[in-house]
């Protein structure tokens, strides 16, 4: 019977695909997966040697070429899913910005970037 990590507390950890572990420029069809943005793919593998629970958190359906770009670049396949849950501890993002917990401030050089189309 294996425990699950959720309920003691240790979470998962989501992470995007398109802008964030892979690059992204335009559309290109639902196969095209872009190159691995390297300094994530690294965070992720160690995250999985660490044997932390993380999970591709995408708007993308679930296709084979996500699969084969993950065994590829990660060394594995992850759990894919477009739904955040309360055992979500972190969220890893290109279009995020993050809301301080209860008091619905942000940084405001995140939301310039935005609202701004300013590329960093």
């Known amino acids: 019977m294996s425990v699950d990590k959720r309920a003691q507390g240790e979470g998962w950890i989501g992470v995007d695909l398109d802008g964030t572990l892979a690059h992204w420029d335009h559309f290109r069809g639902e196969e095209h997966i872009g190159k691995p943005v390297d300094a994530m ?17 995408t708007a993308r359906k679930a296709n084979p070429s996500i699969r084969r770009w993950m065994v590829e670049h990660l060394g594995q396949q992850l759990p894919i899913t477009n739904v955040k849950d309360r055992y979500m501890i972190a969220l890893y993002d290109d279009r995020a910005i993050q809301v301080k917990r209860n008091l619905g401030t942000t940084r405001d050089q995140d939301e310039d970037q935005v609202w701004n189309k300013k590329e960093t």
């Not at 793919?41 to 958190?57: C, F, T």
């Open 41 to 57: 793919v690294k965070r992720v593998r160690q995250w999985l040697r660490e044997g932390r629970d993380v999970r591709l958190l």
